[in-house]
């Protein structure tokens, strides 16, 4: 039987899912804690509770060495240089698969959409995260490779909390388009207000988002360029935008450089939801994949 528990370890929730021949039999999420020791607390109980013996995957937001199993660092959770699959594979007894948590959604998505050629898929959540799959195997460059959020767009833009200015997610990010909507529409609106005012037309977050549809589509069209992959996946928070921002991505890409004459590729919002990291996680994790 294939079955694993993937941990994904968010800036601030924490999500887990029982995987059991590619199907979810058991979720859970909870607040991620504000301390290491809280947060592997959390990964060991949540690896118990849902498949007590069976292998472990953990995602992290932040720059991970998935060769040693370290949490190098992260912009929004504490420590560093954290040890996290020795800790946990001692304690829990189990393989510990540690990655970073866009790479294991890009993995997810890989393998949900059928597991050949290349997927790219960009997460837009608080911030942005990317993974590339190539048939089946993650690419890391040496460890760190993805970090796109943090490529500079605007060199007098606002800042980032990486400590720089104008990174691509700050001009489309969920923490982007969580201050348009406060800005447009008044506190405590959200990106779902944001795109139902513009869906009942409203100008103002019309304008917003589509704002935010063209740096999304002007970074993923450099992405495509660099990468030439089969398909680009949409995931994180931001995806339940939708076609307000692929729309963007697909007229920019039917339009880059060598349309018509290159290999099309596919874009799509994510098929594996909000849980796309644990379950990417669950699935590297699962032993058959290293058969
Ligand atoms: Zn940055």
Not at 54 to 72: F, I, K, N, S, Y
Not at 145 to 151: I, Q, S, T, Y
Not at 277 to 282: E, L, M, N, T, W
Request: glycine fraction near 16%.
């Amino acid at each position: 039987m294939n079955a694993a528990v993937g941990v994904d370890i968010g800036g601030s929730r924490v999500k887990a899912v029982r995987l059991v021949e590619g199907e979810i039999e058991e979720q859970a999420v909870r607040p991620t804690p504000a301390t290491v020791a809280g947060i592997l607390e959390a990964a060991a109980d949540l690896a118990t509770r849902l498949g007590s013996g069976l292998p472990l995957g953990v995602g992290l937001a932040g720059l991970v060495d998935h060769r040693r199993g370290v949490l190098v660092w992260a912009p929004h959770l504490p420590g560093e240089e954290v040890a996290v699959s020795a800790p946990l594979g001692e304690r829990l007894g189990v393989d510990v698969t540690v990655d970073n948590d866009a790479n294991l959604a890009s993995y997810g998505e890989h393998v949900a959409g059928g597991g050949r050629g290349t997927t790219l898929t960009v997460t837009v959540g608080t911030g942005i995260g990317m993974g590339v799959v190539v048939d089946g195997e993650i690419f890391h460059g040496r460890a760190h490779a993805g970090e796109v959020g943090h490529v500079t767009v605007e060199p007098n833009g606002a800042p980032c909390p990486c400590g720089r200015r104008g990174c691509w997610e700050t001009v489309v990010s969920g923490r982007r388009l969580t201050s348009d909507a406060v800005a447009v529409l008044g506190a405590g609106s959200d990106v779902s207000d944001l795109v139902s005012a513009a869906v009942d037309g409203h100008p103002a977050a019309a304008a917003r988002l589509d704002a935010a549809g063209r740096w999304l589509a002007w970074g993923i069209e450099a992405l495509v360029l660099a990468f030439d992959p089969h398909e680009v996946v949409l995931g994180g928070g931001v995806a339940a935008a939708g076609d307000y921002l692929l729309d963007p991505v697909r007229r920019r890409l039917a339009a880059t450089e060598g349309a018509g004459r290159r290999q099309s590729t596919t874009v799509r919002v994510g098929i594996l939801g909000p849980y796309a990291g644990a379950i990417g996680a669950a699935m590297a994790a699962t032993p058959a994949h290293e058969g």
